[in-house]
């Protein structure tokens, strides 16, 4: 059974930049499939914000695109996110996912760690 | 950028009785591609539905998703307790993107 839990800190201060992990249990990441990071901001909906191949390739959210970086360790069995120059819009629950099924970078995620709450205050 | 509006809002429903929620996409979604997640309070989004009116593995079949273009649906035949939750419609035949949600809550 595949499970994902992120990592990182809860709190970060506005201008710097957010970093979390997702560790991959059950399934390599090597092995295939696109990973995704989701977020939702307290009380509201969810919004994608990029995924990552095992070779490398990314896809990000147009609107985030030029604070983001998605990365993958395979040899750790984990893939990262950095958002950059965070403001207190960027305080959600980040969630790392993967689909069910193979086949292309953007598909429905079927499984997702627990999610942790990023707050960006000083 | 596909946007996605989900309606209503916020649904008022009793045990057993039929929900009908819906999505509708700012232009049609390819392949209608498609999907629908519930979530609870304090819990990730749980996939229900892809392509339009597949069900994901373990989901009952009191859940339905219809609908092709710009206009699907998802409908609860009969509500049980587990489903008053937040239901949120996603589109992926063009990048990715979620529609607000609709909450689905006990009258």
């Known amino acids: 059974q595949v499970q994902l839990q992120e990592s990182g800190p809860g709190l970060v201060k506005p201008s710097e930049t957010l970093s979390l992990t997702c560790a991959v249990s059950?399934?390599?990441?090597?092995?295939?499939?696109?990973w995704g990071w989701i977020r939702q901001p307290p009380g509201k909906g969810l919004e994608w914000i990029g995924s990552?191949?095992?070779?490398?390739?990314?896809y990000y959210n147009p609107s985030l695109k030029s604070r983001v970086t998605i990365s993958v360790d395979t040899s750790k069995n984990q893939f990262s996110l950095k958002l950059s120059s965070v403001t207190a819009a960027d305080t959600a629950v980040y969630y790392c996912?993967?689909?069910?099924?193979?086949?292309?970078?953007?598909?429905?995620?079927?499984?997702w760690g627990q999610g942790t709450l990023v707050t960006v205050s000083s | 950028e596909i946007v996605l509006t989900q309606s209503p809002g916020t649904l008022s429903l009793s045990p057993g009785e039929r929900a009908t929620l819906s999505c509708r996409a700012s232009?049609?979604?390819?392949?209608?591609?498609l999907a629908w997640y519930q979530q609870k309070f304090g819990q990730a989004p749980r996939l229900l539905i892809y392509?339009?009116?597949s069900r994901a593995t373990g989901v009952p079949d009191r859940f339905r998703g219809s609908g092709s273009g710009t206009d699907f649906t998802l409908t609860i035949s009969r509500l049980e307790p587990e489903d008053f939750a937040v239901y949120y419609c996603?589109?992926?035949?063009?990048?990715?993107?979620f529609g607000g949600g609709t909450k689905v809550e006990i009258k």
């Open positions: 990552i191949y095992h070779s490398g390739s990314t």
């Open positions: 996912a993967r689909p069910g099924y193979s086949g292309g970078w953007s598909l429905p995620f079927d499984y």
């Open positions: 059950g399934y390599s990441i090597s092995s295939g499939y696109y």
């Open positions: 392509g339009a009116s």
């Open positions: 232009q049609s979604v390819s392949s209608n591609y």
């Open positions: 996603q589109q992926y035949g063009s990048s990715t993107f």
